[in-house]
């Protein structure tokens, strides 16, 4: 199983990305979809969840500016962030949990930083 993150880079504060996460080698239907940012110095946290129904759920710091999707015929999913903020800086992974198992597949992570 491979996840293939895309879609950092520099931004000023305000601005816009979108992450993209593309998995590969599954054989099992993913069940549910994360992205995961660990700001430097810091712990990882959780981002964004979505899952195979297409429920969302939201860290409290970026509900209302960022937006998961998911594209399940491309095993793909996305990040929306909008309104970008100094401390929204960190890498972005992207994890998929599979069926039956719910057993947790990582990217590499993609390295977003917002200039103020």
């Known amino acids: 199983v491979q996840l293939q993150a895309s879609g950092g880079g520099l931004v000023q504060a305000g601005g816009s990305l979108r992450l993209s996460c593309a998995a590969s080698?599954?054989?099992?239907?993913?069940?549910?979809m994360y992205w995961y940012r660990q700001p430097p110095g810091k712990e990882r946290e959780s981002v964004a969840t979505?899952?195979?129904?297409?429920?969302?759920n939201y860290a409290d710091s970026v509900r209302g500016r960022f937006t998961i999707s998911r594209d399940n015929a491309k095993n793909a999913v996305y990040l929306q962030m909008n309104a970008l903020k100094p401390e929204d800086t960190g890498v972005y992974y992207c994890?998929?949990?599979?069926?039956?198992?719910?057993?947790?597949?990582w990217g590499q992570g993609t390295l977003v930083t917002v200039s103020s």
């Open positions: 080698g599954i054989i099992d239907v993913i069940d549910t």
């Open positions: 994890v998929i949990a599979t069926q039956p198992t719910y057993a947790r597949y």
């Open positions: 979505i899952t195979i129904d297409g429920d969302t």
